[in-house]
């Protein structure tokens, strides 16, 4: 971080701690991992009368052409304070600044969670780090740890909680579901690149579908390994809400499912030993849930398709056109391969 950044940094932590004194913000440091935001670590050192340190992270929108047309920290910072006195572990907000004026940015600063997360970084966490370098019945505890947790945040009333407003929140799930849509096709428009025919195949799909029932649920929206700390093993927090949406209980399952698999084959990377399967995840969910067949298939392929549009989002914010890619990658690959089972 410039120093004249630091500075207006310091000087607004002091005005929101007004009864502290010797406040000190130690310098930025990068997180083991990032993401589509920019993340820093620090610390927050101060007395008040005792002394204090607390250990912080800041978050903020990176410069120039994002991810999404849209970034919005107040969506993340709404859903976390929201989930804080739930069972779900998401990190605790301490505070949030919607003026840019003082970073440049709106930012978030969060209390950091102490653990290790999955690598995404190739060859992902197939091929080194936590999970790799766990036994395989460790791993197998892990996965389920993270299918539990995702469970515990479907099974929370989203209408009881103060949340901000989300994407999906129409009833019936019908037209819920058809506001994700419309939202896929404004990201495709607006990265004015050549469309993927397996993606507008898809979207044609979920126009024509109904969803299984009216359950909708909130979800976190990036539910991949790369985004859940663990510490000694167990789940201490979900990182990562920008995506977080009202939608089908079995989205984030799928996302899990999916994300995993196609880490491992677009890195080449041979699938961990002793981690459960497709069909084994789906079956203890639909055993702990109660949900069906058709449920399960829907949120598949609508998960499919949000990470194939994903993959388009990635191909344009880095300033490609990578058609080819774009029509042959693993995620496009497999929703195609799904939509013929549907044809057949």
């Known amino acids: 971080m410039p120093p004249d950044q630091h500075r207006r940094l310091t000087e607004w932590i002091c005005s929101q701690l007004p009864d502290a004194s010797d406040i000190v913000v130690s310098e930025m440091r990068p997180p083991s991992s990032g993401g589509s935001n920019v993340t820093a670590l620090f610390d927050l050192h101060y007395r008040n009368p005792e002394p204090v340190t607390e250990k912080l992270v800041l978050r903020t929108i990176a410069p120039g052409r994002g991810l999404f047309p849209d970034y919005d920290l107040a969506l993340q910072a709404g859903v976390m304070r929201a989930l804080e006195p739930t069972p779900v572990p998401a990190a605790t907000v301490r505070w949030f600044e919607k003026d840019a004026a003082i970073l440049d940015s ?3 600063i969060m209390e950091r969670i102490e653990g290790e997360t999955p690598t995404d970084s190739a060859p992902g966490f197939h091929g080194r780090g936590l999970f790799f370098e766990a036994t395989e019945a460790e791993r197998v505890d892990m996965w389920w740890a993270a299918m539990d947790q995702i469970i515990a945040l ?19 799930a019908d037209e819920a579901m058809q506001q994700h849509v419309r939202l896929f096709e404004q990201y495709l428009d607006w990265t004015r690149l050549e469309p993927v025919p397996t993606i507008e195949r898809g979207l044609r799909w979920l126009r024509a579908a109904h969803a299984p029932d009216d359950a909708l649920v ?3 929206g990036d539910a991949r390994p790369g985004n859940i700390f663990y510490h000694h093993k167990q789940v201490a927090g979900l990182l990562d809400w920008e995506l977080a949406a009202i ?35 789906w079956e203890r969910y639909a055993r702990l849930s109660g949900r069906g067949t058709d449920a399960i298939r829907f949120g598949e392929m609508f998960t499919l398709l949000r990470l194939s549009v994903m993959a388009v989002l990635g191909v344009a914010a880095k300033g490609l056109t990578a058609t080819e890619y774009l029509n042959s990658n693993v995620t496009v690959t497999k929703l195609a391969e799904m939509l013929d089972e549907e044809d057949a």
């Open 106 to 108: 709106p930012f978030i």
């Open 154 to 172: 479907q099974r929370l009333d989203w209408r009881t909680l103060d949340l901000p407003p989300p994407e999906g929140t129409a009833s019936p």
């Open 218 to 220: 909130l979800t976190w």
């Open 247 to 281: 939608g089908v209980p079995e989205a984030d399952i799928a996302y899990l499912i999916w994300s995993a698999a196609v880490l491992a084959e677009t890195n080449g990377t041979p699938r961990l030993p002793g981690l459960p399967t497709r069909e084994q995840s």
